[in-house]
């Protein structure tokens, strides 16, 4: 079934007509292989090249009474090409055609999830450069540790878009394979010769030893990059959907004229975006794990695992292609509140700077123990009277015995604890930016 917002494009990779087509791109390809070795007169390629068509009403209606569709696919191009049909698929088993288009389908499909990743990568890094400076405060546990900025955020997001980017590719090289050694992949009715011609026709490349099938740790490599990519995703979602809660309000998703939160209560502007890709995201990596147990199959092969992958990979794909398109235009309308990230960093009572004052007061002489109990005590009473930690500080005549006023106030100085965050620009971003 293709989802709602699925690209055509995308969908049309797994539409029966497509599959077909690539079918007979394979079994035209092999007779063109035969006549370069002999088997096939020129006069029978000419006509099987002419000729050779399908129809995909016709192969359904065949494959009602023969119950196999490589057999009802090939029966009705038979009958388009007439006698000299006797050539095509010669030699070859049914897993020749199907394992070899499908390696082309992964194909086509992990051109457009790249292009997609790219895409994304590019939104998130004019959001990073635009909030490069952007003070927010950085949350760990949930809770307030050290200021960052928000471009910082979206640099990790980038780095890591970077990272799904170079393992779909990687997993794109790990299908585009093909095979065309038969029953068993010993060759024992076509040469290596034939398979070669194919898989060059199709820029795929051979399968250097292979069963009746492919083996699937391919296939579930390429699973696994799309699942790691979604949990990507996922976890940029998750962020999002924190900072949009009505506590913290320092971004939210854009809402369009005409939308509605809630249908009970319609002050409600929900972060349905980012939990939908959370939701998606969790989907893809069940794939993940059919794909992992499709591996092990019988000796040389069985079909378990092809009723499997008639449903995970054009479903996969789809979704990926759809998280993709929409993680973008999420990003890319984003809505960021800096007057409130400001207003956030004081809820703490500047207590975020205690690794800074615990640093400084080491470097002062003191002990990390004593200073560490010095920090801590000024911080937790701030916390808990409500009071300006920089204030307590001040007043505590520990502090003072070892910090002059100045040397305090350059502990409370956010700028001083982001003084290295164009070096990480720079690393991420390239020093042109």
Known sequence: MIPRYTRPEMAAIWEPENRFRIWLDVEIAACEAWNKLGRIPDDALATIKERADFDIDRIDEIEVEVKHDVIAFLTSVSEKVGPESRYIHMGMTSSDVLDTSFGV???????LILQDIEKARTAVREKALK????????????????????GLKMAIWYEELGRSLERVSRARDAVAVGKLSGAVGTYSNI????EAHVCASLDLVPARVATQVIQRDRHAEYMIALALTASGIEKFAVEIRHLMRTEVGEAQEAFTKGQKGSSAMPHKKNPILSEN?????RLIRGYSLSAMENIP???????????????????ATMVMDFMLHRFTSMVETLLVNEERMVQNMELSGGTTFSQTLLLALVDASMT????YAIVQRNAHKAMDSGRAFSDLVREDPDVGKVLDPAAVDSVFDPAAMLKRTGIIFDRVFGEKQ
């Open 131 to 150: 909030h490069r400076d952007t003070v927010m405060m950085g949350r760990s546990h949930g809770m307030h540790a050290e200021p960052t900025t928000f």
């Open 368 to 371: 990390r123990e004593e200073a």
């Open 191 to 194: 040469p290596p010769e034939v």
């Open 297 to 315: 199959l019988w000796h040389e092969r069985d079909i378990s695992h092809s009723s499997v992958e008639r449903v995970i990979f054009p479903d």
């Open 277 to 281: 890709l959370t939701g998606l995201a």
């Open 105 to 111: 389908q992964l194909v086509q499909a992990a051109d």
